[in-house]
């Protein structure tokens, strides 16, 4: 099931992409201390133009609440594609 999302992106303690528009799903793999991974797509509203970012933060803030700590990122011409760990268990939309 993919899900629906607006939030922000925080790296190293600044928001780096204040606008963030996008979609996700859970894997059905988990890492290997057992927590979900999740897959996805955002577009960046306002903020900095698209670059590399590491230890970043996904804070949704519309649709799904919640946080996932990004952990791979893959730059495109207008979107994001990120993969990342979070606790959230249940998709919701």
């Known amino acids: ?49 698209p670059r590399p970012i590491a230890n970043g933060i996904l804070h949704l803030t519309n649709g799904k609440k919640g946080k996932i700590a990004i952990t791979e990122v893959f730059l495109g011409s207008d979107v994001v594609h990120f993969r990342g760990l979070s606790d959230m268990e249940a998709e919701a939309n």
């Open 1 to 49: 099931m993919t899900s629906t999302f607006e939030g922000y992106v925080e790296a190293h303690g600044k928001t780096i992409f204040k606008a963030v528009q996008g979609t996700f799903h859970k894997f059905t793999r988990r890492d290997h201390e057992g927590s979900p991974l999740w897959d996805g797509n955002f577009k960046i509203t306002s903020g900095e133009h």
